[in-house]
């Protein structure tokens, strides 16, 4: 038996974010959104139907976050949102996933942090003491009918209750987030009997929380919730991936549940003592195609695995990938112009099912049924081992020439900060944005013209030149202190460096969605990474010869240029990550030789790369850390190192965070309220610090009392001569219109402090 956990939602080539985003400038009808989400339903269970899979996945798509679908499903509406009862659903929904619709006055949106250790963001629960749950399944049984009519045989997916209620936050002091789990359990057992009523067979249960360090008293709510949800008289598979379940292995044997799914890529550790102790009666799952990277697997040594399990089980065993395909991209065949020797090597979303297909005919039929398919995987995976594209002995060496020296700067933080203040002569609360500006229709459509060939390269680069200049006059008429070029010249943080990098693939449709209509497309790192010339220096010297400001020279750390790609899996992750580090110091000190006195180096995935178990946790901080002193310790005392993170949960890395001794760190905090000020209550963290105060997720223009509450808030636990005032995150999705008046706000708010402050000093 096969069968898939989810399937990218994003459509072919992007079908979904252009309807979204068309319906939220009111370009496209509600009813023609529906319409173009239920094409791409249909195309998705079609494309797994014809891969072979004997049960499809139904529940797994979503309009903007499959967590904020099962808030919807299950009632539970923040109380701040309650005066939209009224409002059409559609309409409710985008106000909690982006703070407006097209109806509907502005309100703070759901916090946002990432889906575990990967790039996909999730809406988060909130509970309040008044928290109740009201279940409407509407969507997801009318879903299933759209599949079955199909003639898809449907396996509904939802989020398990207990990993629902651990992933959520207690908006109030002391709210105990367990308090609300019998009232859940009741909701889950109205949706389990609907479903049945509705001639369900199997229902796929999430709980991703299994592969993460649990106390006791969760691992309680698991033999709570499935104590009660287990005799419900559905089949329910347990459904776990990220990671091994390792101490929770117990627990998750004795659940009374009809099956098991477990990730044998990355909890492969936890496969012969599950194989051994799960009982034979029931369906095991094995996730044996990695769902979370794009190589060909290696067929073979799987199925050498595999071929005892299934004879001992027989058909209790299924296959399915590891994870949701989510992760990745929706089909290989898309690309036509990637380099075809690179190409053999990898396998998209549509190429792991067929995968997935090989296994169970070899299982079922003999290895002699998919002989073909077994030589040609082989071979394709020979020769990627083989290939002279792999190895550089120039980047071989020089990671052997790396020493302390290169790890550390000229000198400690107080004495540069020093040196830095008198050199850049910034106010108190200097204010700065994070690095893009939006990227204009103009500026996409240069892009790909260029691209295409069918823009000269000079009438080009003058176009860019032109959008550089108007975002350092913007950013000047609003007063603001540090300047940025813009990035008018860059598609993507990741891909655009990678682009200029050796031993970096690139694709044309293989795009990932990472939140709502936001979809990234991740290179490829396929062998030794290396930098032949500048990529950095021509646009942002040209920047600062049109201004007397600082302009930042803007750059995407090692840690995100790996963790935000699709990384070679025959080496360590940490050398690919020295690799990046050397490439980039080299970057550094050409932007600092140029005159460039402000560098920030982007590390947002620093915290999302992190392993789940914390005891895996001392040796990716290491090398993490590592690797961002590489790349910035080369500089003199008074360049000021700058970096950037952003929607994740930071506080409890907080001092591997003060390790990477950057100058200045600028970092999420307006959707959690200043969360982060919770780090510093115990941590007194020595460098500069941005909270960030205006979300650039939401379309809503940030108003000057609040941006300047939250700074004071700030100021409470950093002293003010540290703190910066800039945005959460970079500026590129947003409107020039929504931009301008939020950036004059921000300038503003940092005014009033300023003045408060002056007039405190003065008594």
Known sequence: MTHNLGFP?????????????????????????????????????RLQHEAGLDLVPVGDFSLYDHVLDTSMM??????????????????????LARGRSRSGTPVQPAEMT???????HYLVPEFEESTTFSLDASRLLSEMEEARTGGVRAKPVVLGPVSYLFLGKAKESGLDKLAFLEQLLDQYEKLLSQLQAHGVEWVQIDEPILALDLETRWQEAFRTAYGKLGSCGINLLLTTYFGPVRENLPLVLELPVAGLHLDAVRGAEDVDRIVREYPKDRVLSLGAIDGRNIWKADLEQILDWLEPIYADRGENLWLA?????????????????????????????????????????????????????????????????????????AVQNRLRSIDDSMKKRQSPYPARAKKQHQHLQLPLFPTTTIGSFPQTAEIRKARRAYRKGDMHRETYEQLMAGQIEHAVRQQEEAGLDVLVHGEAERNDMVEHFGEQLSGYAFTEHGWVQSYGSRCVKPPIVFGDVSR???MTVKWISYAQSLTEKPVKGMLTGPMTMMQWAFVRDDQARSTTAR??????????????????????????????????????WPPYLSYAVEAFRIATSSVRDETQIHTHMCYAEFNDIIESIADLDADVITIETSRSDMELLEAFTDFEYPNEIGPGVYDIHSPNIPDVGTMADLVKKAATRIPS????????????????????????NMVEAARSLRGASERAAAG
């Open 721 to 744: 001569e540290r703190l910066w005032i800039n945005p959460d995150c970079g500026l590129k999705t947003r409107t020039w219109d929504e931009v301008k008046p939020s950036l004059r």
């Open 9 to 45: 939602r994003i459509g072919h080539k992007r079908a979904l974010k252009f309807a979204l985003e068309k319906y939220w400038k009111d370009e496209r009808s509600a009813e023609e959104l529906v319409q173009s989400a239920a094409e791409v339903r249909a195309s998705n269970w």
């Open 321 to 393: 990938p590891s994870c949701s395909l989510l992760h990745v991209p929706v089909d290989l065949d898309l690309e036509t112009r990637m380099n075809p020797e690179i190409a053999d090597w990898l396998a998209f979303g549509k190429q792991k099912l067929i995968e997935l297909r090989v296994l169970d005919r070899a299982l079922t039929e003999g290895r002699t049924a998919v002989s073909a398919e077994l030589t040609e995987n082989r071979t394709a995976r020979e020769r990627r081992r083989s290939s002279s594209r792999i190895t550089d002995s």
């Open 532 to 534: 032949p010339e500048p």
């Open 114 to 120: 990432k889906w575990f250790d990967t790039n996909y």
């Open 74 to 95: 299950l009632g539970h509406v923040p109380a701040r949102f309650k005066p939209d009862d009224e409002l059409p659903r559609l309409d409710r929904y985008f106000r």
């Open 579 to 616: 690799q990046i580090a050397l490439a980039l110091r080299d970057e550094v000190r050409d932007l600092e030789a140029a005159g460039i006195s402000v560098i920030q180096v982007d590390e947002p995935a620093m915290r999302e790369g992190l392993p789940l178990r914390r005891d895996d």
